[in-house]
C-alpha cells in the first residue's frame, strides 16, 4: 500500500492542524493505522494509532487531549481510505516531520505503539509551530 500524508503547514502556537493520509488499498480497513514524528535532531517516535475497527485508540502522553486520530474507512460505498490527525492546542514542542504508518500486524482492536509493527510508510509532513 502507498500511503500519502498532507495537511503540513506553520502555525503559531495554540493553534490547529488537521493532517491526513490517504491509502492507496481500497482493502484500507485491514490495516492498523499509526501517526509518527521526527523533531530535528532527535529520533522518531510515536504519536498516536487507531486499530482497524476504530475502537481502540492510543496516544503517547504528550499529545493526550491535544491530539486526535480518526479513520474513514469507506462512506455510502465509497472508499476513502484515510486517516486523519486533528492536532490542537499546538506547541513548538510539536514541531516535526509527521509520517503515517499502516499495520498489518493481527487483531481487530491492535494499535501498535512501536515503530517496527509497522509495514508501509508515507513520505512525511513538516509541521512547524512557532513560539
Known amino acids: 500500500v502507498q500511503l500519502q500524508a498532507s495537511g503540513g503547514g506553520l502555525v503559531q502556537a495554540g493553534g490547529s492542524l488537521r493532517l491526513s493520509c490517504s491509502a492507496s488499498?481500497?482493502?484500507?480497513?485491514?490495516?492498523?493505522m499509526g501517526w509518527f514524528r521526527q523533531a530535528p535532531g532527535k529520533e522518531r517516535e510515536f504519536v498516536a494509532s487507531i486499530s482497524r475497527s476504530g475502537r481502540r485508540i492510543r496516544y503517547v502522553d504528550s499529545v493526550k487531549g491535544r491530539f486526535a486520530i480518526s479513520r474513514d474507512n469507506a462512506k455510502n460505498l465509497v472508499y476513502l481510505n484515510t486517516v486523519y490527525l486533528e492536532m490542537n492546542s499546538l506547541k513548538p514542542e510539536d514541531t516535526a516531520i509527521y509520517y503515517c504508518?499502516?499495520?498489518?500486524?493481527?487483531?481487530?482492536?491492535?494499535?501498535?505503539?512501536?515503530?517496527?509493527?509497522?509495514?508501509?510508510w508515507g513520505q512525511g509532513t513538516l509541521v512547524t509551530v512557532s513560539s
Open positions: 488499498d481500497s482493502a484500507f480497513s485491514n490495516y492498523v
Open positions: 504508518a499502516a499495520s498489518l500486524r493481527p487483531g481487530w482492536d491492535y494499535a501498535g505503539i512501536e515503530s517496527s509493527s509497522y509495514d508501509y
